[in-house]
């Protein structure tokens, strides 16, 4: 098993303009999120998703939108990149029935 | 909603002594707490947990204690190494749906040879 996944590692983007951060994972796990962590910080919940077509706001959504149409893929949208946006994003899956929270290798994004 | 402090923020000590880091948390239905080592660019990844139903678990050199009276919960590690040498973030969540995790802050733990 891959675990979970992630796509691109590393991405600059300019202020105004938009991406997809890709989230896959090979467990089938029904539960995954994305995370933000800034420098020298936790991290911060943005969405979450229970299952597919169910997604859900988590601490800081703004600026952000999720998808989740197969219980693989979980890609969180940028529209409109604002240099507050620059972070390091996580993906993390666990299953139904466990606790523990299995994150991906993260995407470095930096706005300018 | 939930909200996890952790200090010390920096923590360094001598190979083969004790570190000890502490979380308190402010939502007493939360019933599942994980510890999370981060080595410099790398993801989180689960050292131990602990659920509500017990006061300590241990593995290996790893320990932690729950105090759900106080609300508060402690990760001990012993006989450290270099190795050891990471950003440890506590966590705490409601065991339940969606099992949201709210983080600490995170602790640079260095052990010094």
């Known amino acids: 098993n891959a675990g979970v996944t992630q796509t691109p590692k590393f991405r600059i983007l300019k202020i105004g303009q938009s991406m997809t951060l890709q989230c896959a994972q090979d467990?089938?796990?029904?539960?995954m999120y994305w995370y933000r962590q800034d420098p020298g910080m936790g991290l911060k919940l943005i969405y979450y998703?229970?299952?597919?077509?169910?997604?859900d706001k988590g601490e800081v959504p703004n600026g952000y939108n999720v998808s989740r149409s197969t219980t693989e893929d979980f890609p969180l949208r940028l529209e409109l990149a604002a240099p507050s946006q620059t972070s390091v994003y996580f993906c993390?899956?666990?299953?139904?029935?466990?606790?523990?929270?299995?994150f991906g290798p993260g995407t470095r994004l930096t706005v300018l | 909603g939930e909200n996890v402090e952790q200090h010390p923020s920096t923590l360094s000590v001598q190979e083969g002594d004790s570190a000890v880091i502490k979380c308190t948390y402010s939502d007493s239905a939360s019933n599942y707490f994980p510890w999370y080592k981060q080595e410099l660019g790398k993801r989180p990844q689960l050292i131990i947990d602990?659920?509500?139903?017990?006061g300590e678990k241990k593995d290996q050199r790893i320990a932690v204690t729950l105090n759900k009276t106080a609300k508060h919960f402690s990760l001990h590690i012993t006989e450290t190494q270099p190795e050891d040498s990471a950003v440890y973030f506590c966590?705490?969540?409601?065991?339940?749906?969606?099992?949201?995790?709210?983080f600490g802050s995170g602790t640079q733990l260095t052990v010094l040879p």
């Open positions: 998703s229970v299952g597919a077509g169910i997604t």
């Open positions: 966590a705490a969540s409601i065991s339940g749906s969606a099992r949201q995790l709210t």
């Open positions: 602990i659920r509500s139903n017990v």
């Open positions: 993390a899956s666990s299953s139904t029935g466990g606790d523990e929270q299995f």
């Open positions: 467990m089938n796990h029904n539960y």
